[in-house]
């Protein structure tokens, strides 16, 4: 099976600064991979779909690349909203599995 | 809009079965995949299966084959997820939410149902 590792656990961040969370694939997943982020008490939101594509109504300071193995969520300049849990989740074989999350946290 | 409400709270004791729902609305139901996702207390997300609503196909993650069973009810719209031979573990927070057939990513999700398993 598949297995999506994140880095790192815990990203600690002032409101501001630019956040780089990775997501590796243990096998190549094309451009099937998305993120989503959590806060508590919440069901996930989905940020951006097939590697690279803003969900709607997801703000331009979130994007995300790669492809294969290895992708990367974005955040441009993090705001006070954006401290939460980010995973990220593969599409592959008719199996959808996530990683372990990133937690977003104030410095 | 769309919606998917999810049933309430359940206390089950180990060794019994529950069964939860998702009601849909405001999209086509037949168009859309719906997934299952469970958190347990203060950890990650984990994938379980995936429901066509029309029936076919229907997969479920290795880690409840044999334990787990998705429906569907096109007359409502709704989704049901059955999950057989309670433990402790499998108390979690569940989730459905709404795939995108040939895309990644679940972009509607319901409010989530607690499952508590105690004795």
């Known amino acids: 099976d598949i297995v999506l590792t994140q880095s790192p656990v815990t990203l600690s961040l002032s409101p501001g600064e630019r956040a780089t969370l990775s997501c590796r694939a243990s096998?190549?997943?094309?451009?099937?991979l998305a993120w989503y982020q959590q806060s508590p008490g919440q069901p996930p939101r989905l940020l951006i779909y097939d590697a690279s594509n803003r969900a709607t109504g997801i703000p331009a300071r979130f994007s995300g690349s790669g492809s294969g193995t290895d992708f990367t969520l974005t955040i441009s300049s993090v705001e006070p909203e954006d401290f939460a849990i980010y995973y990220c989740?593969?599409?592959?074989?008719?199996?959808?599995?996530f990683g372990q999350g990133t937690k977003v946290e104030f410095k | 809009q769309v919606q998917l409400l999810q049933s309430g709270t359940e206390v089950k004791k180990p060794g019994a079965s529950v069964k939860l729902s998702c009601r849909t609305s405001?999209?086509?139901?037949?168009?859309?995949?719906v997934h299952w996702v469970r958190q347990a207390p203060g950890q990650g997300l984990e994938w379980m299966g995936i429901i066509n609503p029309t029936g076919v196909p229907t997969n479920y993650a290795q880690n409840f084959q044999g334990r787990v069973v998705m429906t569907s009810d096109t007359s409502t719209n709704t989704v049901y997820l059955e999950l057989n031979s309670l433990r402790s573990e499998d108390s979690a927070t569940y989730f459905c939410?709404?795939?995108?057939?040939?895309?990644?990513?679940?972009?509607?999700w319901g409010q989530g149902t607690l499952v508590t398993v105690s004795s």
């Open positions: 989740q593969a599409r592959m074989k008719w199996l959808w599995p």
């Open positions: 939410a709404r795939g995108v057939p040939l895309t990644s990513g679940f972009d509607y």
């Open positions: 405001g999209f086509t139901f037949s168009a859309y995949y």
């Open positions: 096998q190549s997943v094309g451009s099937d």
